[in-house]
């Protein structure tokens, strides 16, 4: 969760309508209503969110099929949600990078490169783990091990 001081000292703009004297609590709900608001703009616009949500359907369906354990559930759910928040990561510093850089240079490329590298190692990385959770029950549940 966004810290709920940072936003509220952002400047007003065409977004961020000018702080009021708020409830801490209604600032904590501002911050979770932006954190929400930048999901959302990344599964509309970026492909490989829409690759992480199928991933991320599947692994569900397959969890509840295979009726997996607690442990096993929290291996999936931390494995998920370290690609979901390496891809925001990289979509945050790609949004960043284009907006403060437009035209091509081989630093901004290079950041962006090496971004896009932490999610693609968060994937192969929960791929790994789904690979060693789900695939001895799907084996069982198809008969093909004891």
């Known amino acids: 969760m966004p810290d709920s001081d940072s936003t509220s000292k952002a400047k007003p703009g ?7 004297q708020t409830h801490p609590l209604g600032r904590i709900l501002r911050s979770f209503g932006f954190a ?6 990344m599964i509309r616009h970026q492909t490989n969110a829409w690759v992480h949500l199928a991933a991320t359907a599947a692994l569900v369906g397959l969890g509840i099929w295979l009726d ?20 925001a990561i990289n979509t ?3 949004l960043l990078a284009d907006a403060l850089h437009p035209e091509q ?3 901004v490329g290079r950041a962006k490169d090496a971004a896009a590298g932490a999610v693609l190692l968060a994937a192969v990385a929960a791929a790994l783990v789904g690979v060693i959770v789900l695939l001895p029950p799907v084996l069982h549940r198809l008969g093909i091990t004891p």
Do not use: Q, T, Y
């Open 105 to 107: 240079h081989p630093l």
């Open 36 to 41: 929400s608001a930048g999901i959302a703009d």
């Open 14 to 20: 065409k977004n961020r309508p000018a702080p009021a």
């Open 92 to 94: 945050a510093i790609e």
């Open 68 to 87: 997996v354990n607690r442990i096993e559930i929290c291996f999936l759910v931390i494995a998920a949600g370290l690609v979901w928040s390496m891809e």
